[in-house]
């Protein structure tokens, strides 16, 4: 990557390297394991010019997400943090019964379902069409299609403004930032409401998240680069709330330019912080390779040492944060007998580069593993509550990130 997909810019500065992979939601079946794959460069950089960090765009989004493997509704916790959502932007947004909603990236329906039970119009514009025929079929209205300048003006001159446009966890998906953001903009109402939910490099950096590192996340926001991005489609973000999801998230609330007004209270305190931390400058990114380097030693420690003293450990768990460090950690079926995970699409198929087994849930109890290395500790509270019975044969819980961590849970 020679310029900055953002602005342009050609400073752009290496923030950690993590070799080669394959996509992380391009899981295998039986019949493929005999085959190559083929595998990109992963390297996050950042642009000390808007603050932007990226990866570049070896693959498209057709590539990943026209037939996609995720999910929303498998996880119970999710489907209760959107209809929290719902409740709140209804008072925010001063939504009643003749509002149009619009979500991009609506995968299952697992939000606007909420949207639908209050009786509003809503529209879901889902680019998967096998996750997308999933919301359908549970009532809520879905156009299969990636976001950009046409297709919002399209849905616009067919539906209306919008008064809400909620785009969680798709605005670090998109490698055309500038034209999703300006299809963002043909959306919304005028005097509308845009909610985004990313992760925040912040806690990415800090907690040392690098897992969420992969292909289909082709940047990683601050709400300094975030404010940037939304400005190049005259979107102006006023306000930002701190989420726990995905390890750590931010919500980002704007609104066009003409309605804006002064960013809130809250903003201006995580501004301080993001600077503070020294993410506006290059200072905050130097750190974060060695502490990469860190968390692959302990995990690999661990799994020669259960190994070496023969103790079984399975995973639990098949999401792309989990292939990354599977990948980068070079993690095999020695090390790692198989992974489970609830979502059947992925049952009978194996990990991408790893080739690890995935199973479903049941086959932890039938084995009675030492460990379960948890793959999506961003869910912990709600996975130690589903592992509770692993404690009935003395089986404990490890969680890879921020640092190894052996868990004894109580069943």
Request: proline content about 6%; glycine content about 8%; overall charge negative.
């Amino acid at each position: 990557m020679t310029t900055c997909r953002l602005c342009g810019s050609a400073s752009m500065a290496g923030v950690v390297d993590l070799g080669a992979t394959p996509p992380c939601e391009r899981f295998l079946t039986r019949d493929q394991l005999d085959e190559p794959e083929v595998t990109y460069p992963l390297h996050l950089r950042v642009c000390t010019e808007c603050w932007l960090a990226q990866i570049p765009p070896l693959i498209t989004p057709e590539d990943t997400f026209t037939e996609y493997a995720y999910f929303s509704s498998y996880s119970q916790s999710w489907v209760d943090h959107a209809r929290r959502f719902v409740e709140g932007a209804v008072d925010r947004a001063e939504l009643d019964e003749n509002s149009f909603v619009v979500e991009v990236a609506s995968n299952d329906g697992y939000l606007l379902q909420h949207v639908v039970s209050r009786s509003m119009r809503c529209l879901g514009i889902e680019p998967s069409v096998n996750v997308g025929q999933a919301a359908r079929d549970k009532g809520v209205p879905t156009l299969t299609a990636f976001l950009g300048p046409e297709t919002g003006a399209e849905v616009r001159a067919e539906h209306g403004p919008a008064n809400l446009v909620v785009a969680n966890n798709v605005y670090a998906h998109i490698p055309d930032v500038v034209g999703f953001t300006h299809g963002l903009r043909a959306l919304v109402a005028d005097d509308g409401w845009v909610s985004i939910e990313v992760q925040h490099l912040l806690t990415l950096i800090q907690k040392v998240q690098y897992d969420t590192i992969y292909h289909e996340h082709f940047q990683y926001y601050t709400v300094e680069s975030a404010r940037r991005a939304l400005a190049v489609g005259g979107l102006s973000v006023v306000d930002v709330e701190l989420l726990p999801t995905h390890g750590g998230s931010i919500r980002l609330w704007a609104r066009p330019f003409e309605v804006a007004g002064e960013p809130s209270a809250r903003m201006v305190d995580v501004l301080a912080r993001e600077k503070a931390a020294g993410l506006h400058e290059l200072s905050g990114y130097t750190a974060f390779a060695a502490e990469v380097d860190r968390v692959r030693l302990d995990l690999l420690r661990f799994l020669t040492d259960a190994a070496a003293n023969g103790k079984t450990v399975v995973g639990y768990g098949a999401p792309g944060k989990g292939n990354t460090l599977l990948n980068h950690c070079g993690i095999r079926p020695d090390l790692l007998a198989y992974t489970v995970d609830r979502n059947p699409y992925k049952h009978g198929r194996y990990t991408p580069g790893t080739r690890i087994p995935i199973l479903p849930p049941e086959q932890i109890a039938l084995d009675r593993p030492d460990y379960v290395l948890v793959l999506p500790w961003n869910l912990r509270e709600e996975l130690t509550e589903q592992l509770s019975y692993v404690d009935e044969w003395g089986g404990r819980l490890v969680f890879p990130i921020p640092r190894l961590e052996i868990v004894e849970v109580a069943s």
